[in-house]
């Protein structure tokens, strides 16, 4: 019982080693030198990497980051509750068509702009095409368009965040079984 909670001490120490090096170059100083762990060549050179451990961990968040943004408007913003709450309309059954990949702007800039083409499984029912005429903000040349802005200040729609600085639009024309979707992201 006594070696196994040496041993688990040693791992916990060992660990602690780890996250100090990898965070507080001079945690792993002060830690080692008190536990006596690594020989003294191994800890300078490890001190001496770790600031570049840090720029390395610096530069995998601001990537990290980038990467679920992008993936959460590609995929957040063409579910239908989504859109059935930022629009107040419920839409028939769909599918996304393209994502607009070609288009897609280079990861971790301030805006992405992204378009959507999607598809209704079936073709909709004149009751849903007045319930667009009572929702949507625009109908002109048998298209019909809603828009919506939200964050910096601005109050956001059901189940979205007022910390995200978003422009949603969609356009769906009558008699077409395809429709699009961009959101613009800051």
């Not at 100083?29 to 610096?58: E, Q, Y």
């Not at 007045?130 to 109050?155: M, Q, V």
Request: hydrophobic share 40%; proline share 4%.
């Amino acid at each position: 019982m006594i070696m196994r909670k040496q041993t688990l001490n040693q791992i916990l120490k060992i660990i602690s080693l780890i996250l100090s090096w990898a965070t507080l170059s001079p945690l792993l100083l002060i830690l080692d030198g008190r536990w006596k762990l690594l020989p003294k060549w191994l800890r300078i050179v490890l001190f001496v990497l770790s600031p570049m451990m840090l720029v390395v961990m610096a530069v995998a968040a601001f990537w990290g980051y980038g990467y679920y943004s992008e993936h959460y408007i590609q995929h957040h913003f063409v579910r239908r509750k989504v859109v059935e709450n930022i629009t107040g309309v419920r839409l028939p059954r769909y599918k996304v068509i393209d994502r607009g990949d070609e288009e897609r702007p280079v990861r971790c800039f301030p805006d992405h702009t992204y378009d959507f083409t999607l598809e209704f499984k079936k073709m909709p029912d004149e009751a849903f095409y007045e319930k667009l005429d009572e929702h949507f903000n625009c109908f002109e040349s048998g298209k019909y368009s809603y828009s919506a802005i939200w964050g910096n200040g601005l109050e956001a729609p059901k189940g979205e965040s007022d910390k995200d600085d978003i422009s949603f639009s969609i356009d769906i024309e009558r008699g077409s079984k395809t429709f699009h979707i961009r959101v613009i992201g800051w």
